[in-house]
């Protein structure tokens, strides 16, 4: 083999993805540079070396499936200039699964990618701390006010990087679950205290981000950890004591970060010293329910072009006017896809979230599982394939996953080779 020909074959796909994933969390165009790149190449590839496999391929079905779906719903869209501009941002549906089918990798190179992702997760995370700080430090404020919502929340995610929380904490934990992969299969104590300091970490971040839903998946994500690990090991009354720490630990420092503890205190109703009122519970309910009537067409949606339209419309209808000004869309992905694509995409959504589970959880890949439930949780409280990070997260999660289906060095749920 030519030097030519081992960088083409092995060093430059694997350059091109790592690039693709470190560009994950920036801004859109940079991402959408490192797709366009690895499409080129991949289509290079499979016109020099016939490498697509169909049998991959044929694993993104539900994939297709849905972008095809929407495709469909340009016909009936009143905006179609919307529906376009939807549609091609759905495009990673058709892409990613297209370049996993096509290029050369070897498996266990997908550890490595997914690796660095983590790795890089960690920079932007300290990225984001040393910004916050330097604020502070600006305005000659006490550190402890580093968690209230001048440091917190927004100007933790928008202000520093460009993401919305949400989005920034759904990036976090995936992270986070890459490093747990990691601790299962350590065999040093050094590399173990490592990966523990830096899952604590991003898991602090995670708080200090105030992105309501992940800090309550990754809640679970613990508890079922904890609980799996000791009752495997048949040591129930350790496991016991770790969860009443995860329990401990999860109150002190979720009251001690302001903005988290206002957040989760407006969930059942809140009201400030200045009379502002906050029952976002119920809020959400009826958000919800205005997302759910603004469907003209139960079987097929009222387009991808005109859903946003729609539940705007609805929102008035229901009293929500600032919703209605601000532009929100449903905040469930699901209720989304209902006013879009109708019933029709909201069971090809499901088929993409059920067939991924069934195959992970038959062949114990325990990304696989962690990614997809993970996912699935996020999607209740927000519309994740509105944006270009949740779109391209969320496909490129998945196809990674069956990537690693038969990866010799993946380890099952036992942390065992």
Known sequence: MTVFSKINKQFLPLGLLLFFVISLPLKNNINSISIILLTLYSIYFQATHRSFSLKTFKKFTPFIVYFLVALFSVLYSENTSRALKSVNKLLPFILLPFIFSTLPIVKKQY????????SFMVFLCLFSHTKVLIKLYENNDVLFNIFNNKYSYLSLSQDTVGIHST???YFVLIAIIVFLHLLLKAKTAKLKMVLVGLIAYLSFFIFHLSSRL????LFLLFNGAIVYYFFTKKKLKTGVIYLLLLYGLTFFIGYNVRITRYRFQ???GFTYANGNEFNDGLNKLQQFKAAIESNNNVLFGNGIGDANDEIYK????LGLDTYAERKYNAHNQFIQTYGGLGLIGVMVLLAIFGYALFVFIRDRNFLGILFVLSSLLVFQTESMLERHHGIVLFVFLICISFQLQN???????????
């Open 111 to 118: 550890h490595t990618i997914l690796h660095y992702f983590a």
């Open 167 to 169: 989005y920034y904490a």
């Open 266 to 268: 407006q969930v059942f």
């Open 314 to 317: 609805a929102y008035t209808n």
């Open 214 to 217: 992940p800090i309550v998946v």
């Open 407 to 417: 990866d010799k060095q993946a380890i099952n749920l036992k942390g065992e080779l």
